[in-house]
T-cell receptor, first 111, second 114 residues
Framework: SQQGEEDPQALSIQEGENATMNCSYK?????LQWYRQNSGRGLVHLIL?????REKHSGRLRVTLDTSKKSSSLLITASRAADTASYFC???????????FGKGTKLTVNP | DGGITQSPKYLFRKEGQNVTLSCEQN?????MYWYRQDPGQGLRLIYY???????QKGDIAEGYSVSREKKESFPLTVTSAQKNPTAFYLC?????????????FGEGSRLTVL
């Protein structure tokens, strides 16, 4: 079963705007990760946030984690056409080697 | 350059045939994984291996088989028992066997059953 569920399923914005994607999960986790996938390609790791962290930044990316609400958000600031891709959250549970992925948010950034 | 290589990129199979997808990594990673991705869906775990000569079933192992004879290699066989094998298959690896760590993915293999 899929642990993380992203929202929205699809998002279309203009270049320069910010894009926010959300992820909800069901059980306690060790960490939550965000990945990016260009069409027809493999996934690329973006950022990992541990369960005891609340916010993390990497370049134009900002990730928040609220363990009380079992949710995370990924913010991409000043988006570019090259940010067009699908974005997945993945959760890693304690005692498990398995990383469980959500269905993803398809982001389109229009030039 | 270090990375994960999957081959072939595209594969066509007739019903009733077994096919093997290759996955090789030169990252010296201990753990390796196979995921399946269907259109508009997330990734579902097929099999994973944390150490040579050992592997575990994931969530959708039926109709698939794997081996881990070498640390660098984790081939996936899609057998004729897999009823709906048309999908995009992704191989990944992780540095250690501890819980925390990012996955490194190959570029995927797209299997189509004719």
């Amino acid at each position: 079963s899929q642990q993380g569920e992203e929202d929205p399923q699809a998002l279309s914005i203009q270049e320069g705007e910010n894009a926010t994607m959300n992820c909800s999960y069901k059980t306690s986790i060790n960490n939550l990760q965000w990945y990016r996938q260009n069409s027809g390609r493999g996934l690329v790791h973006l950022i990992l946030i541990r369960s005891n962290e609340r916010e993390k930044h990497s370049g134009r990316l900002r990730v928040t984690l609220d363990t009380s609400k079992k949710s995370s958000s990924l913010l991409i600031t000043a988006s570019r056409a090259a940010d067009t891709a699908s974005y997945f959250c993945a959760t890693e549970k304690g005692g498990s080697e398995k990383l469980v992925f959500g269905k993803g948010t398809k982001l389109t950034v229009n030039p | 350059d270090g990375g994960i290589t999957q081959s072939p990129k595209y594969l066509f199979r007739k019903e009733g045939q077994n096919v093997t997808l290759s996955c090789e990594q030169n990252l010296n990673h201990d753990a390796m994984y196979w995921y399946r991705q269907d259109p508009g869906q997330g990734l579902r775990l097929i099999y994973y291996s944390q150490i040579v000569n050992d592997f575990q079933k994931g969530d959708i192992a039926e109709g698939y088989s794997v081996s881990r004879e070498k640390k660098e290699s984790f081939p996936l066989t899609v057998t004729s028992a897999q009823k709906n094998p048309t999908a995009f298959y992704l191989c990944a690896s992780k540095k250690g066997t501890a819980n925390t760590g990012e996955l490194f993915f190959g570029e995927g293999s797209r299997l189509t059953v004719l």
